[in-house]
């Protein structure tokens, strides 16, 4: 279909003109509940933990520190949404509070907020994600299979499936070495 008169981002250094830079990513947390430490009315902590050592959503915030987060919480379908402003610490006297398994955190993200809300249902409800007759996980390739298409060719599918199994993934969940 030809549109006339459209002017199309092709690159990220137009889009960056635009939104400016860096582009945003997901920087995904998680941890036993009650992860978020609430300092006060406006105010929240979440611990960074150790992991694969990315730090690409941390450059974001530094770069731009407007944030939004979104709670899951396993079999409900309404998700809670809080919109603010971060900064990055790495140490404040709430971090003994923050320990988990012996490990405190490295770094925290300290959010003002500036809007919550929730949001509703419908979606969970539509996918069926809580409800596990729908789940079907051999629809899409296994991250071992992903990897070596697209990062480790030369690695054995049997070194893959080892390296991103959930068992050595939770050997390593509070290692400061992983």
């Not at 500036?114 to 629809?139: I, M, Y």
């Not at 697209?150 to 690695?155: A, G, I, Q, V, Y």
Request: proline share 6%.
């Amino acid at each position: 279909m030809e549109l006339e008169g459209l002017n199309e981002i092709t690159s990220t250094g137009e889009l960056e003109e635009v939104v400016g830079a860096p582009l945003q990513r997901v920087l995904d947390k998680g941890d036993p509940a009650g992860f978020t430490l609430c300092l006060d009315e406006r105010t929240i902590a979440l611990p960074e933990r150790p992991g694969n050592r990315r730090v690409d959503g941390f450059r974001n915030v530094l770069a731009n520190p407007h944030v939004g987060l979104i709670y899951f919480i396993p079999g409900r379908g309404d998700t809670l949404r809080i919109n603010g402003r971060a900064r990055l610490l790495r140490d404040a006297p709430f971090f003994d509070r923050m320990v988990v398994k012996g490990h405190r955190p490295s770094v925290v993200l300290l959010v003002e907020i500036e809007q919550v809300f929730h949001h509703c249902s419908k979606a969970f409800l539509r996918s069926g994600l809580w409800d596990a007759e729908t789940w079907n996980p051999e629809a899409v390739p296994s991250r071992a299979h992903i990897a070596q298409n697209l990062e480790r060719p030369h690695d054995s599918m049997a070194e893959l499936e080892r390296y991103y199994s959930d068992e050595r993934y939770n050997g390593l969940l509070y290692d400061a070495n992983a």
